[in-house]
């Protein structure tokens, strides 16, 4: 069997392993689809010390498959089970979430739960739809911090795999005041024609006069008109859309952070707290977020799976981040660690 192997930057190599054992808390998984997710990118291009990834890591961490051994200790998972894992308590030791080894044909899953680190799937949900159930879920995890309702209004900025997740979250459960940022016109195309979700391109309208337009404004502290947004929620990391929001957006809003954005931010506290408004972080997922997205992957009228782009086998690995990495034209690029 193989796996594949973070060597460092630009380096990821595949190499032959023994077969797990499988404890009397422990499953064994046979993997069938991994996505390759910002996180693996981040670590391909600049190094991965600071987000968990090490050298020598089998990494991969959107991972599905099927369940192949059960230890005698495990309750309500049985043999043959299609799951998703939670990557970041799929090991029994911590801050492993990054180096869970999705990119394993075979994969250990330790101290085994149902509803916990193991959620199981409807056989007749194809592999290629509960692929993304782990992007989906970080989404779903950044807007339920903002405590959504269909009367609110609502910014995703950046349209990869998490802003759109997130912009369809909202949109299943009823939220219709949504509008997500990009320059990637594929990308917005994907939101309008498969999501149902107004879109704005940055480098051809005024956005923030956008905005205006579409929400209206409400006066800050001492009178100034402010975006009428209740929450901002960043997929892409970009230090200027912290400081905008410090400056214009209004009274209790909220500006939630995905993105795991490298560049530092500076601003003026002053401004945060004459507004009211908060930075929240949001990190990963909760099992409530990950059932939500296998709920919304299960519903065959749902899109958001159509994120699929591309598909490799094990083997070819390195081509698949280099896909991932530099054509602008594909969403989510898929590892098919078993076919």
């Known amino acids: 069997m ?15 392993y023994d077969k797990p054992e499988v404890t009397e808390k422990d499953i064994l998984v046979k993997v069938m689809r991994n996505g390759i997710c910002g996180s693996d990118l981040h670590a391909y291009n600049l190094g991965g010390d600071e987000i968990g990834i090490y050298k020598g890591a ?12 059960v230890g005698n200790d495990v309750e ?7 799951v998703f ?8 030791k911590s801050g492993m979430l990054a180096m869970a080894g999705g990119l394993s044909q075979y994969n250990l899953i330790q101290n085994a739960k149902l509803n916990w680190n ?10 290629d739809r509960a692929a993304v159930i782990e992007p989906y879920s970080v989404g779903i995890h950044g807007k339920n911090l903002a405590n959504p309702k269909p009367t609110k209004n609502y910014v995703i900025l950046g349209a990869g795999p998490v802003g759109l997740g997130a912009a369809s979250g909202l949109y299943e459960q009823g939220c219709r005041n949504v509008v997500i940022v990009d320059i990637a016109e594929d990308r917005l195309n994907f939101a309008q024609d498969k999501l149902h979700i107004d879109t704005l391109n940055p480098n051809q309208v005024d956005l ?7 929400f209206g404004t409400k006066p800050g502290l001492l009178g100034d008109p402010r975006i009428n947004v209740d929450a901002f929620i960043d997929c892409v990391g970009l230090p200027q859309y912290m ?7 209004k009274m209790d809003s909220k500006f939630i952070v995905v993105a795991l954005g490298a560049k530092e931010v500076s601003f003026k506290p002053q401004f945060l707290a004459m507004n009211e408004l908060s930075l929240v972080g949001s990190a990963i997922y909760n099992a409530d977020d990950i059932l939500e997205a296998i709920n919304n992957v299960e519903n065959l009228s749902n ?9 490799y086998p094990l083997e070819k690995v390195t081509e698949a981040f280099e896909r991932a990495n530099n054509d602008k034209n594909v969403i989510k690029v898929i590892i098919d660690v078993n076919d």
Do not use: M, Q, T
């Open 58 to 69: 089998a990494i991969g961490h959107e991972f599905v498959g099927e369940v192949v051994e």
């Open 303 to 311: 899109n958001f799976p159509d994120i699929v782009s591309a598909h």
């Open 76 to 82: 309500e998972i049985n043999v043959g089970d299609h």
């Open 118 to 127: 193991v959620f199981e799937l409807d056989k007749n949900l194809s592999w």
């Open 2 to 16: 193989k796996r594949a192997i973070y060597e460092g930057i630009k380096n990821i190599s595949v190499e032959g």
């Open 243 to 249: 400081n905008d929001f410090i400056g214009k957006a």
């Open 85 to 92: 894992i939670n990557p970041s308590i799929a090991k029994a």
């Open 208 to 214: 923030y006069k956008e905005l205006e337009n579409r």
